[in-house]
Structures are given as C-alpha cells and as structure tokens.
C-alpha cells in the first residue's frame, strides 16, 4: 500500500495566519492526490483535487502543490469556519489511502 | 442539487453483517462511480472500495476482501455496501460518496452512518 504522512499532525494558528499543511507518499503518485477538510461530525469536504485544482465552490484562499511524492496545502489567510481537519488522499494505486490528517487549531 | 442520503444507524452484535443504503438524487446514479470510505470513532478515514453503478463492477480494498459486498439498484439511484462477520473494530461511521470522474477524488458526500458493533 502507498502510505501518506501529514505534518504536522496538529497546528495552532490565528486567524489570518498563513497555514501550510504537508503531505508525502511512500512513492510517486504523479498528480493524483486530494485534499479535504473535514469538520466535527461531518462529512469530508473536497477542496483540492489532482493535486492543485480548487473543487468548484472552495475559496480561492486554499491551495495546492506538488507532484511525485510531496504536496502541500496552503491556507492563504485562515478564517475562523477553517478550524477543522485536513486529509490528504491518493488515487493513483490501490488501495486510495488518506494521511492520518491534521489538526488546525484556534491558538 | 447532488445529495447523498444514507441510511440510519445501526447496532449489531458480533458476528452480524450490516448493510448500509446510499440514495442518490440530483444525477444519473449510473454516470458516476460510488466509494465507500470508514472512520472509526476518533481516527482517520479509510477507503473500502468503489462501485461503478453503471455495470455493477467493483474495486475493494484487499483488507476488507471476503468480507464487503457493494451493490446498487440503478431503478431507485440507491447504492448499497454489506459488510459481514462484523467484530469490535467495525464500528464506525460508513460513508458513501461520489467519484468526481473516474477513480479520483470524492466531489459528493453522504451524512455518513455509524454502525456500532457490541456484544
């Protein structure tokens, strides 16, 4: 299996930060990675998909990079409905796997 | 507008096997791929599989072969997911949601069911 590790595995930040969660593969998954947010008692919420497209909808504040093996999310100015969790996904090989995700965090 | 609504909670003993109803609304059920993804009670998510609704073909994840069935029935845009000789582990919250294009990302979630497994 393609294992995926975030860091940090938790982030405490302010409103108006600049956040930048990382994600890296065991080996290269070209483009095929996806992020999404997630909130207490929610469902996942795709923000990013192939690696830097924004889903329909998502704030032009999130971002996304990479290719291979390491990608990031960027939080350009974080708002207070940004506190939640962040799960990176690949879609290249199977099983898709998630990274263990990341906690933002009023600081 | 796409929505994803699936079935309630449930509660089963050890040994069961659940099976757990996605409706889907606002598309052709039969024009997109539908996974299956888990989280247990405060941990990540984990992908089950996938089910093109279209031909009925499926894609499970190794750990769950054997043991997980996903179906649909295209004349009530409903997708189904069974999972059988449940323990412990298996509770969760089950999640069914819609592939964007073709084996990539989830555009589309549901509510998410949690089934808790309990002596």
């Known amino acids: 299996d393609i294992q995926m590790t975030q860091s940090p595995s938790t982030l405490s930040a302010s409103v108006g930060d600049r956040v930048t969660i990382t994600c890296r593969a065991s080996?290269?998954?070209?483009?095929?990675l996806a992020w999404y947010q997630q909130r207490p008692g929610k469902a996942p919420k795709l923000l990013i998909y192939e690696a830097s497209t924004l889903e329909y909808g998502v704030p032009s504040r999130f971002s996304g990079s990479g290719s291979g093996t390491e990608f990031t999310l960027t939080i350009s100015s974080l708002q207070p409905d940004d506190f939640a969790t962040y799960y990176c996904?690949?879609?290249?090989?199977?099983?898709?796997?998630f990274g263990q995700g990341t906690k933002v965090e009023i600081k | 507008q796409v929505q994803l609504v699936q079935s309630g909670a449930e509660v089963k003993k050890p040994g069961a096997s659940v099976k757990v109803s996605c409706k889907a609304s606002?598309?052709?059920?039969?024009?997109?791929?539908m996974h299956w993804v888990r989280q247990a009670p405060g941990q990540g998510l984990e992908w089950m599989g996938w089910i093109n609704p279209n031909s009925g073909g499926t894609k499970y994840a190794p750990k769950f072969q054997g043991r997980v069935t996903m179906t649909r029935d295209t004349s009530i845009s409903t997708a189904y997911m069974e999972l059988s000789r449940l323990t412990s582990d298996d509770t969760a919250v089950y999640f069914c949601a819609r592939d964007q294009g073709v084996e990539t990302a989830n555009d589309y979630w549901g509510q998410g069911t949690l089934v808790t497994v309990s002596s």
């Open positions: 996904q690949q879609c290249y090989g199977y099983p898709y796997t």
């Open positions: 606002g598309y052709s059920i039969t024009g997109y791929y």
């Open positions: 080996q290269s998954i070209s483009n095929w």
